[in-house]
Each structure stands twice: as C-alpha cells, then as structure tokens.
C-alpha cells in the first residue's frame, strides 16, 4: 500500500486531507443516525441532528456535544496578553514548571516536620500549612518550617479563625532565620469569606483587611489572602458558582484592601485564587481559563492597566471526588484533576493524597501525590507546551459558556449586596444545595458512576486504616456550605454490610435466580451483581435453570432475597413462575433484572435493577431489610 503525498498549497502550508474526498457533516450525522438505529435508539432526524441523542449536560446546563468543528471556535487570545484565557505569562509554565505545593495539617509537630522535609527534599516546591483546630498547633508553627530554607519555599497557610496567631507564628520562623522581610514571600491565606462559607458565621472581612494591610508595606513578596472557590465545589455546587463565588470574593478582598490602605494595583497582586480540579478534565480546563478571563474583566472595569489584571491560581485537587473504599482509584483520580489543573494554567497545583479521605495521608500516599506532579512534568512533559489545550473547538466553546454562567453568578451574588452578604443571607447555600440535590440524584441513580464505588465495587478488599485527620466542628447554621463527598452514601451502606459480617461472619445477601442459558442471563447477572455489591450486598449466582431448580438453589443459598436475571423472551415464559416458586421458597422479596413492566409487576415482582433505577434507594431498601435479625 503506497502513501500519498501531502499536498502543499501556494503559501506552502500542507494540506493534509487533500488526497481525499472532501465530507461533510451531513455524511458525517448520517452515520451516526445509522449507528444508533443499530444500537435499538429512535432517531427522529426531523426534530433535530441525532448526534443531539448523544449530548450530555453539565450542571450548569451547558450543553457538551459529541463533535465541535470550526462552526464553534471562540477567539481567546495569546498566552500573557489580556484576557489571559490562555495564561498569564507569555511563556507558560515551560521554563520551570508550575508550583508543586503540598499540603500539610498533622497535629503531631515532630510528624509534620518529617513530612514536610521529605516532600521538600523530593520534588514539592512550596508548602501548604493547615493550622489551628483542624492542622498543626499554632505554636508549633516554627518548629514544622525548622528544616525548611525559607527563602527557596514558600509557605501558604490556612489557619482559619487563627489567621492572626498564624501570621505573626509564621513571619516569626522568618525572623529567626535571619531572612529580611523583603525575602518574605508565599501567602499568609487569610479567608474570613471561606470561613463564613464553611462556618455559616458572618464574615468580618473588613477587620480581615485592616490585620493585612499590617503587612504589606514591609514584605513586598507576600500575599495576604485567598479567594477560595472550593467551599462551593465541596458542598456539591456547579463549576459557574464556584467560578462566580471565588471571584466575587476576590472583588470583595479588593475593596477591603483598598479601603484599609493598599493602592488597587498592589491590592490585586495579594489576592491569589484556590480552585477545586476534579477528574473531568475538560470542565476542570474550561474553568481555569474561564476565571482568569472573569478577573482580567473585573480589573480592568476597577480601571488597572493590563500588566496588573493577571490572576494568580492555585488548583487543589477535589476532595468531593475522593473515595473511602478503594482509595487506590484515587489515584487515577488525581492524576486526571492534575493533568487538567497544569494544561488549565494553574500556577500552583495541589495533588491530594489517594488516602486522604482516610485520616491522615502515610508516606507512601504523600509519595505518589508528589510523584503524579513530577511525572507529569518531567517524563509527561506537560508544562513544556504553552497552553495545550488552546484552540480545541471544544474547549474554546466550554470556556466561553464557562464565562458567560459564571459572570451571570457573579453579577447576581453582587446585586445580592456581595458575597459577604449572600453568605450570611443563605442565598448562596441555597443555589448550592439545588444543584447538590441534582447531583445527588445523578448519583444514586449511576448517571454519575463512581469507580470502585457504585461501579465495579469490590467486597472483598482489604480495609485501609489510617489515623485519623483533626476536623473543625461540624457547622449547624443552616447557610453553611456542608463539605460533601459524593461516595458518602454508598460507602455508608458498604459500612453497614462490614458490621452485618462482623456480628454474623456474613454479609447481607441476594440470590441471583438466572433462568435459560449462560448467554442469555449472564449480562444481567453481571449487572445485578455489580449494583447489589455497591451496597455491600453478595450476589450469589445459581446455575441457570428453570423455575423449579432456580428456586430448590435458593433454599439451599441462606439468601433471603432473590432476583431473577434472563432475557426478557424467559421472562415472558417463565418470570411467573420462577417468582411463585421463589416465594414459596422462602424468598422474602423477589427482584427482576430489567425494566418495570405491568405483567411481571403482576405476576408477582417486588421491585426491579435496571440501568437508570435508584440504585441508592434500593440498595438502602434491601440493607434495611437484610440487616435487621431473621
């Protein structure tokens, strides 16, 4: 087979398609009409493109198509020019990488030390400190930073309430090294917005300012505060609300800073940003990018000339998205949210460790958090391209909705008085808790699956201890930002089968009654086992027989609980019969692996697994049932 050459045209750009017939789109949706046809879908090409069947929605109600083309590019551009939709330095991260900053809140002094030394010695390049009630004592602050050359690594704290203890602990560890105050350099994080959204408790930002301002004249190099969007992500808030949300507090800090005494220009250059990064790496991107362009837009309404409207990012890696039961996914995890947070444009990425939903992360987990970032830079080369997600029709179109939604948060938290206010007036945990009950939903029905979870779960893994993390009080004020993992409630019910098969040397189970032949039930077997183990439920599989034999392997299994799995031709010649006799078996309740149907609902079936259904609802049915005493 010879390869034809490629065409070069009169500017002596290659064409590379120009040996083939041209296609169209047209062509193109007649294929994918034809290949959904196949798949048993309806296409009705008269109410609209079919690729539109294969469209998802984000929470934000941005619509993701299956293909983008030239129709959909956005003009965003150039890396370091205004509105830094494509970075705020001209060279990206190619010179020198993004910040690799770690994150560090173990009470225990001494293991803090250790911890914080060996990130530093093995490819971390800033430190991020928890203190106060939920981290390291504030008085033990000097005595975590003892091994730390200051002057190379900078220390961005997040002390909460303590932010004033934790300044003057922090900047003391300077003075004792010696080091001037112009070599004071990271962020003292200071939050009274965070904490509000956290707390529930108003926020005090203007004292927050005047304590700040304290500082800025003499450390040139320090930024003050932290406009935080990760209490809204963590809550289970939409990407637009935490873009609206963390710029809105930025514009809140400006004018507190200004107030206390800062010009605008050196105001905004203390300001840096904290974004959550999850594994859907193309919102993560969009995000990112979308921000720095919603910042450059209010900076330059304030009225500061282009070279001061960059916005500094620093990107955490998600704890919503974090799993207590195999943590290992976490992993893959965070290394997706990495990869997406670094092309994003981060200036400083937060990789958490995969046991962090755990307690407090062991060194082998603090190992494989900073080697997913040095991995990524040095043998993935990542940083070595500037902007390399720029002009990707999709990502272009997804900033730009991106934008538009979260500006429109933005301007509605503003009209609402500022976010201070909106806060305090449970606005904001309203719109918040809407958008979580959605998700919630999504993922009790699987529409948003989670790995090792509520898919493909594993009974039989080994439990991973870890010493627990200190927690700040859980807040009772009704407008506080709960933090929300989304496995939360599955894991819940995993629990619970782990103390049925402490207290009983067994698990909940569920017999998988399988009529007719391995190929025809074994597909939705497998399905109804992967649900019922999500719940921490056992499948136990019968041998694929007829009513009768179905029903004698049920006796015989301890099962409590049956589901029939077949194909719906067996069902309709044996589903009544194979539940009668389930019944008469002893089965307490009999569950069919399909959709609801008015025949089978008659012929007996309690309750139906079937893709779509409240795995959730039904797998805290049947814990509630199997895990009560005989």
Request: hydrophobic letters at 45%; glycine letters at 10%; one cysteine or more.
């Amino acid at each position: 087979m010879s390869v034809p050459e490629n065409t070069a045209t009169a500017s002596g750009a290659l064409t590379l398609a120009a040996d083939f017939p041209p296609v169209s789109k047209e062509q193109w949706r007649d294929l994918v009409a034809g290949v959904l046809r196949k798949s048993g879908m309806a296409v009705d090409e008269a109410a609209g493109a079919p690729e539109s069947l294969l469209a998802t929605t984000t929470y934000d109600g941005i619509v993701i198509q299956p293909l983008y083309d030239g129709g959909d590019d956005v003009e965003s551009g150039f890396p370091g020019i205004a509105p830094f939709t494509r970075g705020t330095r001209p060279q990206g991260a190619v010179a020198d990488g993004w910040d690799v900053r770690q994150r560090h809140a173990d009470p225990d002094a001494a293991a803090a030390r250790r911890a914080v030394l060996e990130d530093l010695e093995n490819g971390v390049t800033s430190v991020w400190l928890g203190v106060g009630a939920a981290g390291v004592p504030v008085d033990r602050i000097g005595e975590v930073l003892a091994d730390v050359h200051l002057d190379l690594a900078p220390v961005t704290l997040d002390a909460g309430a303590d932010y004033e203890a934790a300044a003057a602990a922090l900047l003391a560890a300077y003075a004792d090294r010696g080091l001037p105050d112009s070599a004071v350099s990271g962020n003292l994080g200071i939050d009274p917005l965070g904490l509000a959204a956290r707390t529930g408790e108003r926020a005090d930002v203007a004292a927050a300012a005047r304590f700040a301002v304290r500082f800025a004249a003499a450390h040139p190099g320090l930024r003050l505060v932290v406009a935080d969007g990760t209490p809204v992500h963590e809550a289970g808030g939409s990407e637009a609300q935490e873009l609206g949300a963390a710029v809105a507090s930025g514009v809140a800090y400006l004018r507190a800073l200004t107030d206390a005494g800062l010009d605008l220009a050196d105001a905004a250059a203390r300001v840096e940003f904290r974004f959550a990064a999850n594994a859907d790496q193309f919102l993560t991107i969009a995000k990112l990018r979308a921000a720095r362009a919603m910042w450059n837009r209010v900076t330059e309404v304030c009225g500061l000339p282009e070279e001061h409207r960059g916005m500094r990012q620093h990107a955490v890696t998600s704890a919503a998205m974090a799993t207590r039961r195999d943590p290992y996914v976490n992993m893959l995890r965070t290394t997706l949210a990495c990869f997406a947070a670094g092309v994003g444009g981060a200036d400083a990425v937060t990789v958490r460790p995969f046991d962090s939903a755990l307690g407090l992360p062991d060194a082998l987990a603090r190992r494989i958090a900073r080697n997913t970032q040095s991995l990524l830079l040095e043998e993935s080369h990542v940083a070595r391209v500037i902007d390399p997600a720029g002009g990707s029709f999709y990502v272009e179109r997804l900033t730009a909705d991106l934008y538009e939604r979260g500006w429109a948060y933005l301007r509605e938290l503003e009209a609402a008085g500022g976010v201070a206010e909106a806060l305090a007036s449970g606005l904001v945990a309203e719109q918040v808790n809407a958008v979580w009950e959605k998700r919630r939903a999504n993922l009790a029905h699987r529409r948003d699956p989670l790995t090792g979870v509520s898919e493909f779960p594993d009974l039989a893994e080994p439990a991973l201890e870890r010493v627990p993390a200190p927690a700040a009080p859980e807040p009772s004020a009704p407008n506080a930002l709960p933090a929300r993992r989304y496995a939360a409630e599955y894991e819940a019910l995993r629990d619970r089968s782990d103390a049925v098969l402490a207290a009983t040397g067994a698990r909940p189970r569920v017999f998988l009654a399988t009529l007719g032949p391995v190929a025809v039930h074994t597909a939705r077997a497998t399905f109804a086992s992967n649900l019922f183990q999500a719940g921490g439920i056992e499948p136990i599989t019968g041998g694929g027989a007829g009513p009768e034999e179905a029903a004698a392997e049920f006796r015989d299994s301890g099962a409590r609980v049956a589901c029939v799995c077949s194909s719906d031709r067996v069902y309709a010649e044996q589903a009544a019969a194979a539940v009668a006799a389930l019944k008469e078996a002893g089965a307490e309740r009999v569950l069919l692996a399909g959709r609801p149907s008015d025949a089978l609902s008659a012929a007996g079936v309690d309750d139906y697994v079937f893709t779509g259904c409240d795995a959730l609802a039904l797998l805290t049915d049947l814990s509630d049932l199997l895990g009560a005493a005989r």
